[in-house]
Structure formats: structure tokens, C-alpha cells
């Protein structure tokens, strides 16, 4: 059983910065690389970063430079900084469990980024 409850989005201007976090259930860090997946209107769900319990990431090429991934397994809590926000990066962004995902979608957190 995992809880994944996506928080931090918001309404920013292209430039702009927010941060998200995603508050999970205790102990998944220590089995499951999680990850951050976007889904924007019209577009399939993808992933954006992931992290593993060591804290080694990856990132797809379109936010390199602009996102990090970073994870607190004492507060079971995984984030994600976006910084130099582009319209582009306007969708809702959900957090779980990387390759695949625990068999369920938290409700994600609404990013809109306005040019």
C-alpha cells in the first residue's frame, strides 16, 4: 500500500520557478527508484526525472539544465525544482514509482506555465 499525494504546482510566467513535492508512504525509499512523471492535454503521460535511494537521477533531455530531482527518506518525501519554466512545461505532474508504477495514479498537482 502506497499513498502519493503530489503538492507545490501553481500558475508561474515563462521564467519563473516553482517547487513540487510528493509526500509518500514510510519506507518505499529504500526499495523503489520514484520518479516524475507530466501529462499535459493531448500528450501521453511521460516521464520527466527519477531518483533512486542513493540519490543517483536521470532526466529526460527537455528539462536537463532547468529541473533536479531530490528525495528526503526521512520525510518520505520526494521533490522536483523547475526552474526557467517554459509554456511547454504546462501539465499535471504525478509522482511514482519508476520503471512502471504501483499500479495506481496519486490526483498530481496542476503546473501552468503562461508565455
Known amino acids: 500500500q502506497v499513498q502519493l499525494e503530489e503538492s507545490g504546482g501553481g500558475l508561474v510566467q515563462a521564467g519563473g520557478s516553482l517547487r513540487l513535492s510528493c509526500a509518500t508512504s514510510?519506507?518505499?525509499?529504500?526499495?523503489?527508484?520514484l520518479g516524475w512523471y507530466r501529462q499535459a492535454p493531448g500528450k501521453q503521460r511521460e516521464l520527466v526525472a527519477a531518483?533512486?535511494?542513493?540519490?543517483?537521477?536521470t532526466y529526460a533531455d527537455y528539462v536537463k539544465g532547468r529541473f533536479t530531482i531530490s528525495r528526503d527518506n526521512v520525510k518520505n518525501t520526494v521533490y522536483l525544482q523547475m526552474n526557467s519554466l517554459k509554456p511547454e512545461d504546462t501539465a499535471v505532474y504525478y509522482c511514482?514509482?519508476?520503471?512502471?508504477?504501483?499500479?495506481?495514479w496519486g490526483q498530481g498537482t496542476q503546473v501552468t506555465v503562461s508565455s
Open positions: 511514482n514509482k519508476f520503471p512502471g508504477n504501483f499500479g495506481f
Open positions: 514510510a519506507g518505499i525509499f529504500s526499495i523503489n527508484t
Open positions: 531518483v533512486n535511494s542513493g540519490g543517483s537521477t
